[in-house]
């Protein structure tokens, strides 16, 4: 069974970065597309950035040039560098496998003002 487990969350003031990792087992993970996504009190999960198993990126616009995404083949991990963040980016952040539909079970990210 695919095994997700992200880690880097927590509590930033506004203007500040965090960096989350997900790292994978049980999986070829360097076949797999993957993304990041997020999910605020009373809204729905939207995708926040994916990576390919070539390393293409795509951003959502509402972070497009403060979050970056990555990939490390050989560790199984993918990163999402946060940086010039803002209360809006609050949310529990997931990482996802495309191909084999999985999740982690979520990391809290809380940007105070």
């Known amino acids: 069974q695919v095994r997700l487990v992200e880690s880097g969350g927590g509590l930033v003031q506004a203007g500040g970065s965090l960096r989350l990792s997900c790292a994978a087992s049980?999986?070829?993970?360097?076949?797999?597309?993957m993304g990041w996504y997020r999910q605020a009190p009373g809204k729905q999960r939207e995708l926040v950035a994916r990576?390919?198993?070539?390393?293409?990126?795509d951003i959502a616009d509402s972070v497009k040039g403060r979050f970056t995404i990555s990939r490390d083949d050989a560790k199984a991990t993918v990163y999402l560098q946060m940086n010039s963040l803002k209360p809006e980016d609050t949310a529990v952040y997931y990482c996802?496998?495309?191909?084999?539909?999985?999740w982690g079970q979520g990391t809290q990210v809380t940007v105070s003002s």
């Open positions: 049980r999986i070829i993970f360097r076949v797999n597309p």
């Open positions: 990576i390919t198993s070539g390393g293409s990126t």
């Open positions: 996802h496998t495309e191909l084999t539909n999985n």
